[in-house]
C-alpha cells in the first residue's frame, strides 16, 4: 500500500510538472481556451507587479517557486512602458527582465504572458517590441502576448486599430500562439469588442480586469453577454482588493468571481509579485527576491491566492 501511494505521488508530482509538455500549443475553440488536442484547459496563476518598480522579482528562482510551491501553470511578466527606469527609458535593460522570466517559464515548463503594460497606446514601440519577441519565443508553446494591458480613455475603434497592427507584427513571426486583446476602461469594457471583434487572425482572446472590492457583479454580467456573443474572455489581472490595489479585502466578493471564473472555466492570473505597502502586493517587505516564501512572507493577499491555486489540478479543474 505504501508503495502503491508512493508511486501515485510520483506520478501526480510528475504530471504536474510537464504542464505545457502535456498541453502545448494553445487554441481557442469557440470561447473557450484549449490545448493542443482540442481539450478545455484553464490556467491560473501569478502576474509579477511592473517590471520597473520591482526588477527584483524577475528572476528564474520566483518563476521555479511559483510553479513548485503556488502550483501556477502560468505567469505574466508585465513590461512597464512609461515610468521611469521603464521600456521607453531603458528599452534594454527592461526587456532583459522579461526575458529572464519568459526563459525561466521556458525552463520550468509553465506558460508565460508577455504583458505590455500600459494604459496607452504606443504604437510604434509595441510593434518594434513584439517583432523582436515573437521572432526570439515563437517556436514555443509556453508564450502568450498581451499587445496592451488596460486602455484607459481610448475608444474601442483606437484599441481596435492599435490591436490590428500589433497582430499583424507578432503573426509575421508566429503564426498560432494565443494573443490577449485589452478593451477601454480598464479592461471593463468587454461589450465594446464583443460588437465589433477583430477578425484578421484567430487565437485571440480578450481580456478582463477586476478588483473584487470595487468590480461586482454587473461586471460579470456584462461579461457573460461578452461571451455568449462569442468573445473568448482572459482575466490577465484581478485581485481582491479595490481598484486603486489597496483598502481592505472583499473576501465574499472575490470568492463569487473565483466561482464564476470556475464555472465559465475563464483562466486567470492575479496582481502582483512585489512587496510595494499596499494590499495588492502578495508580498511582505523582506521577503526574498528569489522565491522560497514562508507562510510568514506572505501578506493576506499572498496567503489567500496561494490557497486557491493549489486547488487546481494542471488542466484547471478543482481538485
Given at each position: 500500500m505504501k508503495r502503491l501511494l508512493l508511486l501515485l505521488l510520483l506520478t501526480t508530482a510528475f504530471a504536474n510538472a510537464q504542464v505545457v509538455k502535456n498541453n502545448g500549443n494553445l487554441q481557442v475553440i469557440g470561447t473557450q481556451l484549449c490545448n493542443q488536442k482540442g481539450n478545455p484547459i484553464v490556467l491560473h496563476g501569478m502576474s509579477y507587479g511592473w517590471s520597473c518598480f520591482h526588477p527584483s522579482f524577475y528572476n528564474k528562482q520566483t518563476v521555479k517557486w511559483l510553479k513548485k510551491d503556488w502550483n501556477c501553470t502560468v505567469v505574466r511578466a508585465a513590461l512597464g512602458i512609461e515610468p521611469d527606469n521603464g521600456y521607453l527609458q531603458n528599452p534594454e535593460v527592461s526587456e532583459k527582465l522579461i526575458t529572464n522570466v519568459v526563459d525561466a517559464a521556458i525552463a520550468n515548463d509553465v506558460y508565460v504572458i508577455i504583458d505590455w503594460h500600459s494604459h496607452n497606446l504606443n504604437l510604434k514601440e509595441a510593434k518594434d517590441f513584439f517583432d523582436r519577441l515573437s521572432k526570439k519565443y515563437g517556436k514555443f508553446p509556453n508564450v502568450i502576448y498581451e499587445i496592451?494591458?488596460?486602455?484607459?480613455?481610448?475608444?474601442?475603434?483606437?484599441?481596435?486599430?492599435?490591436?490590428?497592427?500589433?497582430?499583424?507584427?507578432?503573426?509575421?513571426?508566429?503564426?498560432?500562439?494565443?494573443?490577449?486583446?485589452?478593451?477601454?476602461?480598464?479592461?471593463?469594457?468587454?461589450?465594446l469588442p464583443a460588437e465589433n471583434p477583430i477578425k484578421i487572425t484567430t487565437n485571440l482572446m480578450y481580456t478582463m480586469h477586476f478588483y473584487a472590492g470595487t468590480h461586482k457583479q454587473?461586471?460579470?454580467?456584462?461579461?457573460d453577454?461578452?461571451?455568449?456573443?462569442?468573445?473568448?474572455?482572459?482575466?490577465?489581472?484581478?485581485?481582491?482588493?479595490e481598484a486603486t490595489?489597496?483598502?481592505?479585502?472583499?473576501?465574499?466578493?472575490?470568492?463569487?468571481?473565483?466561482?464564476?471564473?470556475?464555472?465559465?472555466?475563464?483562466?486567470?492570473v492575479t496582481w502582483s509579485v512585489s512587496d510595494k505597502d499596499e494590499t495588492c502586493s502578495v508580498l511582505k517587505k523582506g521577503a526574498?527576491?528569489?522565491?522560497?516564501?514562508k507562510i510568514s512572507d506572505l501578506k493576506v493577499s499572498g496567503t489567500k491566492t496561494r490557497e486557491y491555486l493549489k486547488a487546481y489540478n494542471e488542466d484547471g479543474s478543482l481538485k
Amino acid at each position: 500500500m505504501k508503495r502503491l501511494l508512493l508511486l501515485l505521488l510520483l506520478t501526480t508530482a510528475f504530471a504536474n510538472a510537464q504542464v505545457v509538455k502535456n498541453n502545448g500549443n494553445l487554441q481557442v475553440i469557440g470561447t473557450q481556451l484549449c490545448n493542443q488536442k482540442g481539450n478545455p484547459i484553464v490556467l491560473h496563476g501569478m502576474s509579477y507587479g511592473w517590471s520597473c518598480f520591482h526588477p527584483s522579482f524577475y528572476n528564474k528562482q520566483t518563476v521555479k517557486w511559483l510553479k513548485k510551491d503556488w502550483n501556477c501553470t502560468v505567469v505574466r511578466a508585465a513590461l512597464g512602458i512609461e515610468p521611469d527606469n521603464g521600456y521607453l527609458q531603458n528599452p534594454e535593460v527592461s526587456e532583459k527582465l522579461i526575458t529572464n522570466v519568459v526563459d525561466a517559464a521556458i525552463a520550468n515548463d509553465v506558460y508565460v504572458i508577455i504583458d505590455w503594460h500600459s494604459h496607452n497606446l504606443n504604437l510604434k514601440e509595441a510593434k518594434d517590441f513584439f517583432d523582436r519577441l515573437s521572432k526570439k519565443y515563437g517556436k514555443f508553446p509556453n508564450v502568450i502576448y498581451e499587445i496592451v494591458n488596460e486602455p484607459d480613455q481610448e475608444s474601442w475603434e483606437e484599441v481596435k486599430a492599435y490591436s490590428e497592427e500589433v497582430i499583424a507584427t507578432i503573426r509575421k513571426n508566429d503564426a498560432d500562439n494565443i494573443i490577449l486583446v485589452g478593451s477601454p476602461h480598464w479592461d471593463q469594457d468587454v461589450h465594446l469588442p464583443a460588437e465589433n471583434p477583430i477578425k484578421i487572425t484567430t487565437n485571440l482572446m480578450y481580456t478582463m480586469h477586476f478588483y473584487a472590492g470595487t468590480h461586482k457583479q454587473w461586471l460579470r454580467d456584462r461579461t457573460d453577454d461578452a461571451i455568449k456573443k462569442g468573445l473568448p474572455i482572459f482575466v490577465s489581472e484581478c485581485a481582491g482588493m479595490e481598484a486603486t490595489g489597496d483598502a481592505a479585502m472583499d473576501y465574499e466578493e472575490w470568492q463569487k468571481f473565483i466561482d464564476w471564473m470556475d464555472l465559465n472555466k475563464i483562466s486567470w492570473v492575479t496582481w502582483s509579485v512585489s512587496d510595494k505597502d499596499e494590499t495588492c502586493s502578495v508580498l511582505k517587505k523582506g521577503a526574498s527576491a528569489t522565491g522560497k516564501w514562508k507562510i510568514s512572507d506572505l501578506k493576506v493577499s499572498g496567503t489567500k491566492t496561494r490557497e486557491y491555486l493549489k486547488a487546481y489540478n494542471e488542466d484547471g479543474s478543482l481538485k
